[in-house]
């Protein structure tokens, strides 16, 4: 079985400042993994993913996330954040298992940037 | 590009009675998902539908019933609302595959609250 740990619930930061939201998961086999980002009153929109290849990975709006395989993390970062990144993100991995692409999600870290 | 439809946004519903959230997908994916929403325990898979015709449970099952009308549309049907299921209902779709792993498209959700 696979699961994922985001152990911030909330993390404050101010404007302009660097930011990492952590993602720790574990699996028996190798897996997929995604980061998405929810702003208020709306769905999940995909941020980055992790297939194979480089383990440095970038996605939109200025976040990236780096693969580390023997932490068995995944965590993000963007080097200056801006009041429009307040947003709830989850970080999730996939595998194909039982026809399908199962996929689970961590609870979630929201993102307060501070003016 | 509409994505992936979610009717209606918000719904009230007294105990006991029954209702069907809509889910439409023009991006002609194979696999759908609906998901809840609950604070700090993140999306919980109800059902899947791998593919056209098929469709299983997924890890909060009980309540629930679903149909996969045809390939764009799979709708979730609550047959007699209680409290608990008062949550934010999302619905996914995927390209499926082993091989193609784009991530999920998200609706932007159904608000249902139970009174």
């Known amino acids: 079985a696979q699961s994922v740990t985001q152990l911030d619930s909330q993390v404050p930061v101010f404007e302009e400042a660097p930011v990492e939201l952590r993602c720790n998961y574990s699996s028996s086999v190798s897996v997929y993994l995604f980061w998405y980002v929810q702003y208020p009153n709306q769905g999940l929109q995909l941020l980055l993913k992790y297939l194979s290849g480089s383990t440095l990975v970038k996605g939109i709006n200025g976040f990236e996330a780096e693969f580390n395989k023997s932490q068995t993390s995944f965590h993000l970062r963007k080097p200056s954040v801006h009041i429009s990144d307040t947003a709830e993100y989850f970080c999730?991995?996939?595998?194909?298992?039982?026809?399908?692409?199962?996929?689970?999600f961590g609870t979630g870290t929201k993102l307060q940037v501070i003016p | 590009n509409a994505g992936v439809t979610q009717t209606p946004k918000f719904q009230v519903l007294k105990t006991g009675q029954s209702m069907t959230l809509q889910c439409a997908q023009d991006?002609?994916?194979?696999?759908m998902y609906w998901y809840r929403q609950d604070p700090g325990m993140g999306l919980r898979l109800i059902y899947y539908s791998a593919s056209e015709g098929t469709t299983d449970k997924g890890e909060v099952p009980n309540g629930y019933n679903v149909s996969r009308l045809n390939k764009r549309e799979f709708s979730l049907r609550l047959e007699s609302a209680a409290p608990s299921q008062t949550s934010v209902y999302f619905c996914a779709s995927s390209r499926g595959g082993a091989e193609n792993n784009y991530g999920y498209t998200f609706g932007s959700g159904t608000r249902l609250t139970v009174v």
């Open positions: 999730a991995v996939s595998l194909f298992s039982g026809g399908y692409q199962k996929v689970t």
């Open positions: 991006m002609n994916h194979n696999s």
